[in-house]
């Protein structure tokens, strides 16, 4: 399995920026695929998830009603929409995928910077 995530760069605050992960190396049927992120210092946090079907995606308390994930499943790609960037949204973002039974993959991060 493999997640090839980009879309990083730097960007002023309140801007936007459109992160993808495209998957390889099987099907992904029932997968849940999202983003982490992690920032000089901290430890890897979540931002948001979502299901194979779609439905109830899931955020960080941080990033709701900023962030919007969503997913093409024919493509087996996962995208993660950031607005209203702030300063703080500043980290290496990485994708991950999760089989139903536990099993989890990562992809490299891609680095998102936010200039105040």
């Known amino acids: 399995v493999q997640l090839q995530a980009c879309g990083g760069g730097l960007v002023q605050a309140g801007g936007s920026l459109k992160l993808s992960c495209a998957a390889s190396g099987r099907t992904f049927t029932g997968y849940i695929m999202g983003w982490f992120r992690q920032s000089p210092g901290k430890e890897r946090e979540f931002v948001a998830a979502?299901?194979?079907?779609?439905?109830?995606?899931y955020y960080a308390d941080s990033v709701k009603g900023r962030f919007t994930i969503s997913r093409d499943n024919a493509k087996n790609t996962v995208y993660l929409q950031m607005n209203s960037l702030k300063p703080e949204d500043t980290a290496v973002y990485y994708c991950?995928?999760?089989?139903?039974?536990?099993?989890?993959?990562w992809g490299q991060g891609t680095l998102v910077t936010v200039s105040s």
């Open positions: 991950y995928a999760r089989n139903p039974f536990g099993n989890e993959y």
């Open positions: 979502i299901t194979w079907s779609g439905g109830s995606p």
